[in-house]
Each structure stands twice: as structure tokens, then as C-alpha cells.
């Protein structure tokens, strides 16, 4: 299957700093959405993202549908210890599969 | 709403038997279903779609023959380990779209050991 390439594959941050991760394809997507996934657990929603160019908010959390409808980032503003997990982006077809980018592993020291 | 249940969320079995996942939606139905795998810090790999009442799709390189998928109702879609191996050992998550909320809802996975 497809898999979105995703950046930066890791981050170790402050608490309190922003955090920006981004997910590019070669192929076109109908819908980006941003999950987090904890140790042991399924990915939980965090955005979804329904048309290019959008920019929707949830809280902290902050995520764009690229023009071009092949990439999205995820911006986090201040980040608490709680962020901690794996963020996966996920691209939707018009087949309605959904394909994950490789994961960003985020690690916020208190 | 949008509740997907996993069961079992882990499982140690044999090489050689078969094992089988069960995802069920909660609070409504889903037509289609999605199995992925995902190995340890790795990303999710869609396996199969699971349609209801019809066969399912498979991603290229799965084997139909030993990840049978079984979506007999709208509420539930199982997956099947044939013939296990210590190499399948992984973690399975499913996937279902409730119409009525956005996204995706994913059951909490099954930790499978073959051994």
C-alpha cells in the first residue's frame, strides 16, 4: 500500500515549546487527518481536514490541508508532557482507504 | 458515539494454529472496515478492506489465503490468522467510519505472539 513520508521521524523537546511536523505524498488525498497513538493503543482523531488550503484548529493543536492536496503539517503550540506519543498523518482516497505517514515520535522533557 | 471494540487485545498462540480478531462497532454500522498491521515503531500498514456481505480487498503483497477477513454483519468484520508464524507476530488494529461523525474511529488493537 501507500505510506505518506512523514518529518521529523523524532523530536525531543522543552515543555512548553511549539512543535511542527509535516507529511508529504506523491499522491493526491480527499482528506488529511492527524492522529495520535499511544504505547499499546489505536490511533485516537486529533484533526481532520476536509479541503485544500484549509486550516483548522483544535485546542493547542493546529493542522493545514496543503494547496496541492499532497502534503499537511500539524503544528502543536506549547507543548505539556501529556503530548508525548506518536503522531501518524493519514491521507484518504476517493476509494476511501486510508494510508499512514511513517509516524513522528514526540518526546517532551518537563 | 462512534465506539469500535478489538477483541482480544492480546493473544499468545502456537505456530501452526490459527487465531482469530474480532472488531465490532458499538453504536452504529459500518459497512466497510479497514484491518491494518503495524510492527513496533512503525507506522500502520492497511492490510484489507472489509466490505460487508462481499469478499474483501487486499493490499498488495497481503495473502488473502492466510489473513481471512470475515464482515458477515454491519456491526462486525473479523480477521483470521491461518497457520501462524512467528513472523506475524504484530499488532492488528481496525478501522470503521461512522457516517454520522468525521473520521475514522480505530478499535484499540490485538497483540498477537506467536511462538
Known amino acids: 500500500g501507500q505510506q505518506l513520508n512523514q518529518s521529523p521521524q523524532s523530536m525531543f523537546i522543552q515543555e512548553g515549546e511549539d512543535v511542527s511536523m509535516n507529511c508529504t505524498s506523491s499522491s493526491i488525498f480527499n482528506t488529511w487527518l492527524w492522529y495520535k497513538q499511544d504505547p499499546g493503543e489505536g490511533p485516537v482523531l486529533l484533526i481532520a481536514?476536509?479541503?485544500?488550503?484549509e486550516l483548522t484548529s483544535n485546542g493547542r493543536l493546529t493542522a493545514q490541508f496543503g494547496i496541492t492536496r499532497k502534503d499537511s503539517f500539524l503544528n502543536i503550540s506549547a507543548s505539556i508532557p501529556s503530548d508525548v506519543g506518536i503522531y501518524f498523518c493519514a491521507g484518504q482516497t476517493t476509494g476511501n482507504q486510508f494510508y499512514f505517514g511513517t509516524g513522528t515520535s514526540l518526546t517532551v522533557i518537563p | 458515539g462512534a465506539v469500535v471494540s478489538q477483541h482480544p487485545s492480546r493473544v499468545i498462540c502456537k505456530s501452526g494454529t490459527s487465531v482469530k480478531i474480532e472488531c465490532r462497532s458499538l453504536?452504529?454500522?459500518?459497512?466497510?472496515m479497514f484491518w491494518y498491521r503495524q510492527f513496533p515503531k512503525q507506522s500502520l500498514m492497511l492490510m484489507a478492506t472489509s466490505n460487508e456481505g462481499s469478499k474483501a480487498t487486499y493490499e498488495q503483497g497481503v495473502e488473502k489465503d492466510k489473513f481471512l477477513i470475515n464482515h458477515a454483519s454491519l456491526t462486525l468484520s473479523t480477521l483470521t490468522v491461518t497457520s501462524a508464524h512467528p513472523e506475524d507476530s504484530s499488532f492488528y488494529i481496525c478501522?470503521?467510519?461512522?457516517?454520522?461523525?468525521?473520521?475514522?474511529?480505530f478499535g484499540s488493537g490485538t497483540r498477537l505472539t506467536v511462538v
Open positions: 481536514l476536509y479541503k485544500a488550503g
Open positions: 478501522s470503521a467510519n461512522n457516517p454520522g461523525y468525521y473520521g475514522y474511529t
Open positions: 453504536d452504529f454500522q459500518a459497512t466497510t
